[in-house]
């Protein structure tokens, strides 16, 4: 909502150094195929050192218990969603061959913005940790 009640209004504000114009936004290239390393060190460091419970096993939880099966899970990674869920209850799906590759199957190699599936295919869609790669494209390129 925004001051006059209307919807909000999704442009980028002037103020704002980044989305605003006076800087352009920088794109960071994905590293998933080329230092998988990266991601599972980072992983490591969240399991051994993160104070709460690993969000995978919560999402799985409500899917499950809403009955929003089967789940396709686009940006998998290697899979963490699929260790919380029963094995035909999820469909994985990522744009890096690497990661998809050490993700249990089923597996397809798509880009999120063209998911290769017709519109009523899955229960859900899960995408945990992957805005920050696709914010280079609008929401309307999602589909
Ligand atoms: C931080 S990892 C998160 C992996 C997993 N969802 C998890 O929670 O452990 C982000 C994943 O999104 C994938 N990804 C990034 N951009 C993508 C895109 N445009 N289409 C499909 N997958 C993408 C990367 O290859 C990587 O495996």
Same mark, same amino acid.
């Given at each position: 909502?925004?001051?006059? /009640? /209307? ?12 989305? +605003?114009? @006076?800087? =352009? ?12 390393? @990266?991601?599972?060190?980072?992983? #490591?460091?969240?399991?051994?050192? %993160?104070? /709460?419970?690993? !969000? ?6 409500? *899917?499950? #218990?809403?009955?929003?099966? =089967?789940?396709?899970?686009? +940006? ?12 035909? %209850?999820? !469909? ?17 190699? %798509?880009? #999120?913005?063209? *998911? =290769? ?5 899955? /229960?859900?869609? %899960?995408?945990?940790?992957?805005? +920050? ?8 390129? !999602?589909?």
């Amino acid at each position: 909502m925004n001051a006059s /009640g /209307g919807p909000p209004d999704p442009s980028p504000r002037d103020d704002d150094p980044i989305a +605003g114009g @006076r800087e =352009p936004r920088k794109v960071i290239p994905t590293d998933y195929d080329r230092n998988p390393a @990266r991601f599972r060190l980072a992983r #490591a460091v969240l399991r051994r050192f %993160a104070s /709460g419970e690993d !969000v995978h096993g919560l999402v799985a939880r409500r *899917l499950l #218990a809403e009955r929003l099966i =089967p789940v396709l899970d686009v +940006g998998c990674g290697e899979g963490e969603l699929a260790q919380h869920l029963p094995s035909d %209850a999820w !469909v994985s799906l990522d744009s890096s061959r690497e990661m998809l590759a050490r993700s249990p199957e089923p597996r397809v190699q %798509a880009e #999120a913005t063209a *998911l =290769p599936f017709r519109g009523d295919s899955f /229960g859900s869609v %899960a995408l945990l940790y992957v805005k +920050g790669a696709l914010n280079r494209f609008s929401a309307d390129q !999602v589909s």
